[in-house]
């Protein structure tokens, strides 16, 4: 508490043409302190982030250094006063290596040529450090899993040694061992004086991790300074969302061992990733998997969805059976995915919500191939305000919404086209938590209306809670199947790391 | 024709002596259109054709950007119809295609001057005035025939210019023709783009095609620089070169007899000045001089002499400079 | 209660929504490509002050409108293909090789015997083909879209030039020429069949499920593909619509020129990039605008007629256009940006 | 513990780590081009097989590098603009307005006096300002590159022709042809030129970080920014350094031709990035190779000359191109996909 601040923000406002992404915030950051960042989906805290690092500048506002105004010219100035930040939608550049893209900005050169091999060395260094010893400085960033990018992006942060480290949504797309690791590296910091500003959607991380919260809503402070340990989280979640939140998951009903089995999977292997996959999920039922990441999950959905060949087995909808790896059958069928990375594979980034959501459906709102424009957005509005996406306006560019509101336009598109198999992956990744038990509320629904789905998910609450069957995923192979009552968090998580205890 | 040397002075853009006709008559709008002036030559046509215009009091010269786009000469040439110019010089990227516009425009009333690539009907230029591109073949074959002198295994080659064009054909058929009789055949041929830049290029590979070489003949004389840049850089002399068109970079060399071309064939670039004369006495009713005709002729067809070393004073101050 | 207030102050941001219907359509058109139409009308004020009634004469434009129709249908292809994220430089090539294959039916012997329509849909056929052929090696040989059209820009001029062995081919067929010399109402046949290919291509890609279609695969191809669309077929569907609509030109070319050469449409790729491009339309793909496109080619060839009708010089003509260009690009981007787009 | 086995698995999959060295550079270009390097052994063979000696002569492949040397130089400077995410079509007119600006100076009356490095000085100058300026105009004017490039196309001819008044300017100036038409132990100056920009630009952009940063800047420019990256600056020296190339370029050209013209560089665009795009690099940016550039530069050229040999017709050349440049392209997929790359 005697602390001076190292970071303080007053009054911070910044303008988009048409939004007010922050209108007034005020924070402290102590040196060693953990301060977490609270929020639902766009109240702010990528574009604070991004005021904080330089990247954008801010309209209004003070922000003070180590008790000096600054106002940072750009995210070079940011780095060299010591704020390294990690930001939600991955800065890395496909096709460098790692290594490159740790030093991207700041290389370690002489007379304007890199050391390559210091390069690497240091950044295998950080890597061992985070815990992965298998990401090789020499690949291509690109053809890493994002979950590996993440660590890459986080080997960047720690190589600028900052002395104020900023990560906007880290352990999304982590598995719970590598949250592990990233905690210890935060508390090795912080008793070496650094300040983290951490940011993310999962209430127990900030209790275990967080010293002190901050909790905006709609681009304003709404609390700060709260103790993360003592705070209620009734009363967090009413903060954050001015409502109050029962119960994460629905009500799951008793699924009729009758009902028909709707999506059939035999055998599936691809050759390479995953092999002999057998699934069966009947009309209304929910079926997670779960798994560490890298396990394979998202190459079996791709797979059962025809975006990838597999090399053997065969995938029925409705007894009838689809031809190998073409999504057109697939989307014909009655099946809709929503891809892991929402970004690359999911979004148009530049085109209005509307047209995003619908893109997948147009053949419902056309006569002879003419649209009816306006239909189109009346059933996207009606989608975009159940999920309660905002800023509201189905015109809106999509790039410009945050990463939680992109992620409930890709589930839009598919609860749109009232599907007979629904793949998720990763859902929820990035949804705050109002949001989330609305997107678990419309899964249940929609399986109760006698959908199949099925869910990926790397938080095993998720898995246990909402699905009713679990499949666990260990390396490519279905190693454990049964109804998610019956098994635990625990017993899930030894099932997954089975064989990797040494 | 532009080919007389002159002895006004006055620069060595088209030529001409100065008659009677000459003096002032009713004011003459002419509108001038050719193809991009992508090489020398057909800069040297257009700033012919300006020139000879300067020195009339009664003439006013509109030129439009040169372009290869047929669709693009067919609207300048409507843009001068609807602008009611009084005559139009016309040098058009495809003879055929300008066809019907310039009919349009002979009906208008507008005194079309058809010049170098003739048009396909009789009916859509007042007058033409062409220059000979098969007799080029032909002046640039007999010649080599006559320096080769019954060598009957001589190896000939051709750089043609470029070879979508009809121009080229013409000129290649009448070498042909000239060569056979003389019972040689063109061995080697490569086209480039009438820059100096493609002659050098094509130069370059035809050298490496044929170890060895007596005679070449050069479509144009703007690629000729390249193609003689190519043969110094290749260190070769065995052949020698007759060249085509008629610059005066050529003729320097001709006449400096120090460089692989012995020989040039003209190909007037004063044809579009020409075409501004013609128009101008077309419109005015004059007659042409030294001609007992009292009107403007129909054709007039130019003469492809070649220049060596022997008569290239008299041609040197009216070449043009590429 | 909170969200109601959040929900207020964005509502009050949002952009209003748009209206269907005529009007809204000239309007919206026009705002969002506010910069070309300034663009274009000080170029046509440049045209008034300094060729007076020359230029402001119906003639004058009707001569402009024409010149744009050729390249006008083929810009109009291109703005497809470039929205659906690829690009095409055969386009001047296929206009001569359909030009040539038409004519050569037309010329050879058949001449007095065949109707104009063989003609017409002779020219269709063969550009429709160099499309689809375009489109397969792009979609399905996955060669980039440059190289492999780049290849066919060579291949359909050397093949023009042999099946007309490097001769103009004239066209003598009553009927073709008749038809396409007409007007309607005043307005040259060839101006109306450009109107309707914009206007067409204009619904097309904004009313119909094609157009949206074009829109996803050029924004992302991989969440087209895992959104359902067939992104490979859809692709050579872009290409041979380009080349259908160069067939057309070639017909539009033939009409006005009563040949088909080797030579025609000469750089028409460069000509055709630039009006899409100019007109708005992104080279990366994901966003194009047909009415941009329509505004660029009346700009290119106005700013030819306002200089032909102006006398010149030619090499400052080239230094002006390259000025007036980069002038009419800022100025669109200015405006644009004010009026929020 | 459980990390090992995961790493295992991750290792087994990863390439193999490169080694540093030539060799291992020479076997890392030879194997990402796999498909180029055939497709070039397979032009050789075809020149052997048909025109036996006299393609396989030194002589014959020194004009072959020679010819390539020029066109090389700009398509090594157009790697870096395309990697960087840029395009330009104005590298032929920059090639033309250097040669001419330069020339005019060597034969304007001061011919005599001026010593030849002045010639060579101001071609890069004016290549270089040229770029500057497209890159001003790109990156803080914000007009796309592909129409900033298309007015500095139309601007740059345009000026070249003012100056030369149309006409090709002859360079006279015994220092300048001595020292380019000279050898080094038998490999003429241009084409040690040519090896020397390639082996530098092969450096530059692999082994520095400006290198490095063209990368970023071309895959992936906000992620460039967030690095602290100034990626305007940077877009504006990759258009400088493009337009230094040019000038070299047009020194060369001088030095080949004897002359300076303003129709030098005809459709050198084209050309290059047909060449570069070959070669492997992403017109999208953010992937490019040096390798890949001279690889398909070395086709174009040995392309043409084995055409000559063979005293092919134009047009019949023109078909095989087409063909041969996609079959190249499917060959280089489907080599570099078998080696995994
Ligand atoms: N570049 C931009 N252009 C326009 N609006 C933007 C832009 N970036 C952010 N916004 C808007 O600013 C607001 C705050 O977004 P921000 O990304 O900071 O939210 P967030 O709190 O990080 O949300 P999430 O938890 O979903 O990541 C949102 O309304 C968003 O739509
Ligand atoms: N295109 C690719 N080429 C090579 N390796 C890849 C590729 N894509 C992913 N990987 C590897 O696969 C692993 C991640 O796979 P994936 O993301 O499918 O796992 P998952 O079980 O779906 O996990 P998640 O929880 O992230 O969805 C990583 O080890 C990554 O290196
Ligand atoms: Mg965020
Ligand atoms: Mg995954």
Redesign the pocket.
Known sequence: MTAPALLSVRGVVKRFPGVTALGGVDFDVRAGEVHCLLGQNGAGKSTLIKVLSGAHRPDEGEIRWRGEVVSFSGPTAAMRSGVAAIYQELDLVAGLSVADNVFLGHELSTAGFTHRSEARRRTRALLDRLGHPDISPDRDVG??????QQIVSMARALSLDGQLLIMDEPSA?L?PDEVRVLFGIIRELTAQGVAVVYISHRLAEIREIGDRVTVLKDGRTVATGLDAREVRTPELIGMMTGRVLENVFPQRKPVDPAAPEVLCVRGLTDGD?FAEVDLTVHAGEVVGLA?????????ILETIYGARKSAGGTVEVDGRRLRRGSVGAAVRAGMGLCP?ERKSQGLLLDQAVYRNITVSSLSAFASFGFLDDRAERDRARGLTEALDVRPAGVERVVRGLSGGNQQKVVLARWLLRECRVLLL??PTRGVDVGARSEIYELVRELADSGVAVVI?S?EVEEVLGLADRVLV?REGRVVHEGPADEIDESRVLDLVMEGHAA | TGNTPQDTGGGNQGGGVRVANDEPGEKVVIGFSAPAADHGWMAAITNAAKAEAGKYSDVELRVVEGTNDVNLQISQVETFINDKVDAIVLLPFDGAALTPVALKAMKAGITVINVDREFDSPFAARSTVLGDNYGMGVSAGTYVCEKLNGKSDAVVAEIAGIDSLPLTQDRSKGFADALSGCGLKVSNRVAAEFTVESGERAAANLLQAAPKIDAIWNHDDDQGVGVAAAVKNSGRGEFFMVGGAGSANVMREIQADNGPHKATVIYPSTQGADGIRLARLAVQNKSLGDLVEVEVPRQVQLYAPVVTKDNVDRYLPTAFES | MSEDTAAAVAKEKAPAVKESGLSALLGSAAGRNTGLVVALVLLCLGGVVTAGDRFADVDNLLTILRLAAVIGVVSVGMTFVITGGGIDLSVGAIVALSSVWATTLATQGLANDIHWIVIVLTALLVGGACGLVNGVLIAYGKVVAFIATLASLAAARGLAEIISNRKTQIVNVPGFTAFFDASVLGVPVLVVIFAVVAAGGWVLLNRTTFGRRTFAVGGNPEAARLAGIDVRRHTVMLYSLLGLCCGLAAVMLIARTTTGSATHGGLYELDAIAAVVIGGTLLTGGRGTIAGTVFGVLIFTTLSNVFTLNNLSISAQAVAKGAIIVVAVLLQQRLARRSGA
């Open positions: 053809r890493l899993s994002v979950a590996h797309v598995d990733r798994g560490l990441v890298g396990s394979g999950r998202s190459e892991e992956d990763e990926v790397s995923v």
